[in-house]
C-alpha cells in the first residue's frame, strides 16, 4: 500500500473518531432502586421500586418523566377507579439545586385490597436556569386517596436516575442557583427515549467541516504530488 493511501486511510479513521465523540448524546439516563417507606393512615408500609426518569428536550425546556416499575404501599379498602391521584418531587443537583413537581392522572381501574398501589407516570416541566450537568433523582412521592394523604420517603439514599447537560437561560456554567421554573404538565405517557440536546447536531456538523478539510489536505497532497517543485 502506498504511502498516500496509508495517509488518507488514517485521517478516514481519526476523523470518524471524532464525529462519533461529537455526537454522542448530552444525557444519561438509568434505572434506580429506591426504597420508599410510606406513612399511612394505618401505619408505615414500604417497597422497594425501580425509577426512571426521562427527560425529552421541549422547547426552551424539557418534560420529565418519572415511571415507576413495581407498586408502593397499598390499602386495607378497595381504591375504586379514579379514587388515587399520586405526585412527587425530582431533587435537582449539579448545575442546579432545587426540585421539580410531578404528578400523574388518578389510577384508571380498580385497585384490589392489600394490593401494591402502582403509580402512574408522573410528568412535569423542567426549564434550566444555568448551563452544565444537572442530575435528577427521586424524591418524597404523595399519594391522595379516598381523603386521606399517604407520603413515602426514599431511605436508601438512591442516586440520580438521569442527568442533562443543559444550557439554562443566564448562560454562566456550574455553582448552585435557585430552584427553576417549573410547571406540572398533565397526565399521560411521554415518549421514553432520552434527548440528543441540540449540541450533538452541532457536533455532526463540526465533523463534516472537519471531513471537508481532510479532503481538501488530501486533494492537495496528491496535486503536489503530481506537480513536484
Known sequence: MSNQKRTALALASALAGSVVLMAAPAAHAEVV????????PIGPKG????????GVKSGSGYQLTMSFQKGVSSSPVELGKGAMKPSA???MG???QGQIQVTGPAN?????PNTPIKISDLTGTYTPKKSGK??????VLTIKAVGTTTTCTPKNSPGPSLELDVQGSGGSSGGSGGT???TPAGGGELPKTGPLDSAAALG??????????AAGVLWLTRRGQRNPG
Do not use: H, M, R, W
Request: aromatic share 4%; hydrophobic share 40%; glycine share 10%.
Open 180 to 182: 427553576p421554573a417549573a
Open 47 to 54: 417497597a422497594v421500586s425501580p425509577i426512571d426518569i426521562k
Open 33 to 40: 432502586d429506591v426504597n420508599y417507606q410510606c406513612q399511612t
Open 89 to 91: 418531587v425530582i431533587k
Open 204 to 213: 455532526t456538523l463540526g465533523g463534516t467541516v472537519l471531513l471537508t478539510g
Open 108 to 112: 384508571s381501574e380498580a385497585i384490589p
Open 94 to 96: 449539579g448545575a442546579e
Open 134 to 139: 444537572v442530575t435528577f433523582t427521586a424524591g
